[in-house]
């Protein structure tokens, strides 16, 4: 059974989901080590953002984000 407060909470998460999810469609991730942009979130939650790139097999934290030309 959900309480309200967490229901409230779920809201909450979903909105601020939805707001980052704007802000990146006005950029691309590039990886740091071949500068392909073909790169996809990896992992989340407890370890951490993680980023792999598709092309060079690159698999960490650090990824460059750029505006869209």
Same mark, same amino acid.
């Given at each position: 059974?959900?309480?309200?407060?967490?229901?409230?909470?779920?809201?909450?998460?979903?909105?601020?989901?939805?707001?980052?999810?704007?802000?990146? $469609?006005?950029?691309?991730?590039? =990886?740091?080590? *071949?500068?392909?942009?073909?790169?996809?979130?990896?992992?989340?939650?407890? $370890?951490?953002?993680?980023?792999? =790139?598709?092309? *060079?097999?690159?698999?960490?934290?650090?990824?460059?984000?750029?505006?869209k030309?």
């Open positions: 059974m959900i309480v309200q407060e967490d229901a409230e909470d779920f809201n909450e998460l979903d909105r601020k989901i939805e707001e980052e999810a704007r802000k990146r $469609t006005n950029s691309v991730l590039v =990886c740091p080590q *071949c500068n392909s942009t073909n790169v996809t979130y990896y992992m989340g939650l407890k $370890t951490g953002v993680q980023y792999q =790139c598709k092309e *060079c097999d690159y698999v960490g934290a650090f990824i460059i984000e750029r505006d030309e």
